[in-house]
């Protein structure tokens, strides 16, 4: 299993991997938000925590469609499915999340306290909303998966998982936002939402691998 | 150990490929499938290693013990794709194949000297030529250990010399007790029972000669 980890990790980094186009995508995002909504930074640093969630929610679902897709027209997928018997397809999958999540969604995490700066956050406001897309966002790649699985034999798929996974994420989205916002906002608590979100974390990592391993059996062709 | 074939059916988008197909192959015994393109021979070999669901009959393997209780534990499948990534070197992804798969035989660096690859496992599998390719994943079923074989058009781009390599490590294969189905249209070189696909079954599509 640490090989299947070790060969998604390389072949994300290595030319073709789709780890900086994520980066890229969410720093065009938060970039581009100033000048949107203009030099109130006072503005700013209230919205600041939501908008680096939805940047790095929209980042997340970029790269999602080559996570079963890639390995299909290789023909990688049929061995994975075939090798079932001596690693559960589920925890296959479950490896191939984290390693794509560890490949291109942490890069996303790093940046998120720079990118920060750029909404005018405070260093608390900036570290919660770290902590939270630390432990939130794996729960958007484990539902990424299920919608990738779904999708995997259609050759423009990567719209099509957005759309069926968007709604599935918004639960992560509030109760990230909500834990940020709770750090620096007196009245608001922090750890309660905080605690759901890695209650979805946990959750979805064993729904999501468990409907996206059913999903490929069912669908190899 | 045996694998049993019976009254064996296999469909393509609700359309029937082929069905009553029966056989029972012995440790150490091939299987050629021939039969004209679109007779069912890929999807034969899909059924067999579950990667398809079968529309009538029964396929199963016996006498696989703990290790090999079923035939997907059981089997090497060779499609017509070589379950390789391009940007990663030929090594990288043996060595990958080698661990997941488990059971190991040959080693990596044997494994390519024996299809005749020695010394090219730095290059990323992209810079290879088709036939190359073709020995690399032919070098996969080598690395680990599974009784049965599943080939699909296993000599599709080789040359003269790789063929014949390629019919000895069968034989070997074979002569160690091993289990072999190839679908093919070229001759293998090696002593197999034939199944030919196809012919008596008339339901396909007729296809109009283009001039």
Known sequence: MWSLFARDIRLNIRAGGGALTGVIF??????????GVGPDLKLLSRIGPAILWIGALLACLLGLDRLFQADREDGSLDLLVLGNDRHMLALTVLV???????????????????????????????????????????????IGAAGAAVAVALPRGGLLISVLVLPLTIPVLIFGVSASYGATADPDPFLQPFLILAALTLFLGVLGPASAALALRHGTD | MRLIAENLGGERGGETVFSGIGFALEKGQALVVTGPNGSGKSTLLRVIAGLLPKAEGDVRIEGGGKTFPTIASAVHYLGHLNAMKTAL?????????RDFNGDDALDVEEALETVGLGGIGHLPFGYLSTGQRRRAAI??????????????????????ASEAR????????????????????????????????????ERLPQQGIIS
């Open chain 2, 166 to 201: 390629f019919a000895g490590l069968m034989m070997k294969h074979c002569v160690a007790g091993g289990m072999i189905v190839a679908a093919t249209h070229l001759p293998l070189g090696i002593e197999a029972t034939e199944l030919r696909m196809g012919e008596a079954t």
């Open chain 1, 96 to 142: 191939k999340c984290l390693a794509h999540w560890a490949g291109s969604v942490l890069p996303l995490v790093v940046a998120a306290p720079l990118l920060g700066l750029f909404m005018n956050m405070e260093p608390l406001g900036i570290g919660a909303t770290a902590l939270t897309l630390l432990v939130g966002t794996p729960a958007i790649t484990f």
């Open chain 2, 139 to 160: 070098a996969k079923l080598l690395a680990s250990h599974r009784p049965l074989w599943l080939l699909d058009e296993p000599t599709a781009g080789l040359d003269k």
């Open chain 2, 89 to 97: 070197s030929v090594t990288e992804n043996l060595r990958f194949w």
């Open chain 1, 26 to 35: 969410f720093l065009a995002v938060i970039a581009t938000i100033p000048f």
